[in-house]
């Protein structure tokens, strides 16, 4: 079955930078895009950016420009997020999402996330 | 503050329908269509309706949504204690070229 597993808990001091992985299985890696998504505790979801594992073209919300990276490794079909100079309020859990679709039609741009995966706790604290 | 607003809470009793309002402007769900996703407690968000109305395999036709202008909505028919959840309404935003997302609406099954 498609499934995006991701790597475990991180604990991080403020100033650093975390990687979180997110490992697909199931469907063509490089057929659709990865999209991130966070979520602070008790708050609603953020959107980060997509990264399309073919060509490794990304886009990242204004937010983020210039602290979030987004890569993969095609031969092991994961997926990155890098997050640095961490500051407590990037204390949040990390999903990544496959996109499908993702076409401008006769209804606009359309795209969905399914599925997501399992999320990774990063914890910023001094 | 979010760039779609929700309600932040929701409630009906067992078999009743409940319906979760999604607003947005002409950027976003003026322009584009709408997912929605359902959170229940302690696990990460699941496709419920992509493209304005339509459900993936495996959603029960007690969750239908709709689009009208720059306002969306989720309808639940039928409401059931498993449906206790937060909902959250997505679209493109052709101003911000960035995916944004509502708020959240806390459902509770009375």
């Known amino acids: 079955q498609v499934q995006l597993v991701q790597s475990g808990a991180e604990v991080k001091k403020p100033g650093a930078s975390v990687k979180v992985s997110c490992k697909a299985s199931?469907?063509?890696?490089?057929?659709?895009?990865i999209n991130w998504v966070r979520q602070a505790t008790g708050q609603g979801l953020e959107w980060m950016g997509w990264?399309?594992?073919?060509?490794?073209?990304?886009g990242y919300a204004q937010k983020f420009q210039g602290r979030v990276t987004m890569t993969r490794n095609t031969s092991i079909s994961t997926a990155y997020m890098e997050l640095s100079s961490l500051r407590s309020e990037d204390t949040a859990v990390y999903y990544c999402?496959?996109?499908?679709?993702?076409?401008?039609?006769?209804?606009?741009?359309?795209?969905?996330?399914?599925?997501w995966g399992q999320g990774t706790l990063v914890t910023v604290s001094s | 503050q979010s760039v779609l607003t929700q309600p932040p809470s929701a409630s009906g009793t067992p078999g009743q329908r409940v319906t979760i309002s999604c607003s947005g402007s002409?950027?976003?769900?003026?322009?584009?269509?709408v997912n929605w996703y359902q959170q229940l407690p302690g696990t990460a968000p699941k496709l419920l309706i992509y493209s304005n109305n339509q459900r993936p395999s495996g959603v029960p036709d007690r969750f239908s949504g709709s689009k009208s202008g720059t306002s969306a909505s989720l309808a639940i028919s039928g409401l059931q204690s498993e449906d206790e959840a937060d909902y959250y309404c997505a679209a493109w935003d052709d101003s911000l070229n960035g995916k944004v997302f509502g708020g959240g609406t806390k459902l509770t099954v009375l």
């Open positions: 999402a496959r996109a499908l679709w993702g076409y401008y039609d006769s209804s606009g741009y359309t795209d969905w996330f399914d599925p």
């Open positions: 199931g469907y063509t890696f490089t057929s659709y895009d």
């Open positions: 002409s950027s976003n769900i003026g322009s584009n269509t």
């Open positions: 990264m399309n594992p073919n060509s490794g073209n990304t």
